[in-house]
């Protein structure tokens, strides 16, 4: 029997991930009328939980690498910003326009790495980066009448968030930081961030409202251990495309469970989007085989 390639455990596991994080974008919606920051706290609550238990069985020390705190603060704050903002984007568009503008992340990154890495983009890069920018603006449709305005900056604000937040787990990663060190400060800071809005919350959840959020929870832990594993097994320069399998998720789960279809100005932008994704990812493997030679 021949033997499954790290490369092909890789790419299912970041399908896996990413079927993960659109059924925790579903859960949220689900959930119903629960405040942004209570949905943000179990979905951390719940990855807090489960990180620390891998922590404590791989005994890996809390004390981060000497020089990481600045890092850790950046990425926790962040992180927690573009969280928040993605889960409110989450309740108020359709579900695979909130996804994608959060998919704006890496088009981020690498502006945020100019300035935090001192790393010079490629004309594919800036190329990249402005025809996401384009396809963010006709997920947006600033202007256009009926469109809410305020949900899809904060899914754009998100992105960039995330983009930031991404930005210095590299720069921790190349200090030699160990990954669950980082995740575990992620989620403990977002946790302590919404734990005073989930215990003043004039909200009573329901038991169905109380299972999606955990539900929630869940999910996200799948998602966030699926891509971990997967870039352990696999370069993200192989691997990184198949993260964007998460729009087709979305769109597909928004329409079977809220009857949401996305209108044709979205479908250029997400076409926008992730080709400007599989470009950079075509042009980093042209290149690291040319460099090969």
């Not at 100019?114 to 004309?123: D, G, K, T, Y």
């Not at 396809?135 to 202007?143: C, D, Q, V």
């Not at 937040?165 to 590299?170: L, M």
């Not at 198949?242 to 329409?255: E, R, S």
Request: overall charge positive; aromatic content about 12%.
């Amino acid at each position: 029997m021949k033997r499954i390639s790290p490369r092909i455990k890789g790419i299912a596991c970041i399908i896996f991930a990413a079927f993960g994080f659109s059924m925790m974008s579903v859960f949220i919606r689900l959930a119903g009328d629960v405040p942004t920051a209570e949905k943000a706290f179990f979905r951390n609550f719940a990855a807090l939980l489960l990180v620390s238990v891998l922590l404590a069985v791989k005994r890996v020390p809390l004390k981060p690498e000497k020089g990481s705190w600045p890092s850790l603060v950046g990425r926790a704050v962040f992180g927690t910003i573009g969280m928040l903002l993605n889960f409110y984007a989450i309740d108020h568009l359709v579900l695979a326009d909130a996804n994608m503008l959060n998919k704006l992340s890496p088009f981020f990154a690498i502006i945020f790495s100019i300035f935090l890495l001192r790393e010079r983009p490629s004309a594919m890069q800036v190329a990249g980066v402005l025809t996401a920018l384009l396809g963010s603006a006709l997920i947006i449709k600033p202007g256009f009448e009926g469109v809410p305005l305020v949900p899809s900056l904060a899914g754009f604000v998100s992105g960039a968030a995330a983009g930031l937040a991404y930005t210095f787990v590299r720069k921790l990663g190349q200090r030699g930081e160990n990954s669950l060190r980082i995740v575990f400060y992620f989620s403990l800071f977002s946790t302590l961030i919404t734990l005073p809005f989930f215990l003043l919350s004039p909200v009573r959840l329901t038991g169905h409202q109380l299972l999606m959020l955990l539900l929630c929870g869940c999910s996200a832990c799948i998602g966030q251990f699926g891509i971990t594993q997967a870039y352990l097994l696999a370069p993200a320069k192989e691997i990184s495309v198949y993260d964007y399998t998460q729009i087709l998720f979305a769109a597909a789960l928004g329409y079977i469970f809220f009857r949401q279809i996305p209108d044709g100005w979205s479908v250029v932008g997400y076409v926008l989007i992730c080709g400007a994704g599989v470009g950079m990812f075509l042009y980093n493997r042209h290149m690291d085989h040319k460099a090969a030679r």
